[in-house]
């Protein structure tokens, strides 16, 4: 982890570099900090299908374009924001999903932002994380370097097949800590079947 550890310098470098060292590491964003527990990392455009960056810049994707340190926040399914952090020098288009994590300050605000929701639960998936840290739209392109912490480096760390996507299923991207309580169950795509018409076609 001796790259500039957190500076510009350590978000300077290949997503899926970047994930691992990321476990174990605190985000700060108002009274709400969370020790990161799961991640997943997010390649180039051209290269990695399942990025927001495949086929290109967009208007939506833009903050994925660096600089580096970045948060790059997205709506999705209608209803949640996830949060990635921006890797590789301005103009590349990649980064890291923050997956899972667990509150380690200003529990009672996460708390209240995550009505109901046990203190494990509370940052455990990445539109679960992003609502317990209070980030929105807004938060799009907010510099994060100073916001995220040095932590305790994890004993055993696991990589395997991000979770709920429908290409690039077989790259190996997803870094959680072994054992934690606070990972997410990893769900394997299932495609959507297309009801059959009334004549029995498909």
């Not at 209608?78 to 529990?107: D, K, T």
């Amino acid at each position: 982890m001796g790259v500039g550890l957190l500076s510009r310098a350590f978000f300077d470098r290949p997503a899926h570099e970047v994930a691992p060292e990321l476990l174990g590491c605190v985000l700060v964003h108002g009274s709400v900090s969370v020790r990161l527990t799961e991640v997943e990392a997010y390649g180039l455009p051209g290269e990695d299908p399942a990025s927001h960056t495949y086929r290109g810049r967009t208007p939506r994707n833009s903050v994925m374009f660096g600089p580096a340190g970045h948060l790059y926040v997205y709506f999705t399914y209608g209803m949640h924001y996830c949060a990635n952090l921006v890797c590789l020098p301005e103009g590349h288009g990649s980064a890291v999903l923050l997956r899972a994590g667990e509150i380690v300050s200003g529990i009672d605000v996460a708390r209240a932002r995550r009505d109901g929701a046990r203190d494990r639960d509370l940052a455990r998936g990445p539109a679960r994380l992003a609502t317990a840290l209070g980030w929105g739209r807004e938060d799009n392109g907010l510099d994060m370097i100073g916001k995220v912490l040095p932590g305790t480096p994890p004993a055993s760390v696991r990589a395997g097949p991000r979770t709920g996507i429908s290409t690039g299923v077989e790259t190996p991207w997803r870094f959680w800590i072994e054992g934690d309580p606070t990972v997410s169950p990893y769900r394997a795509h299932v495609p959507r079947r297309r009801r059959p018409a009334p004549d029995g076609r498909v």
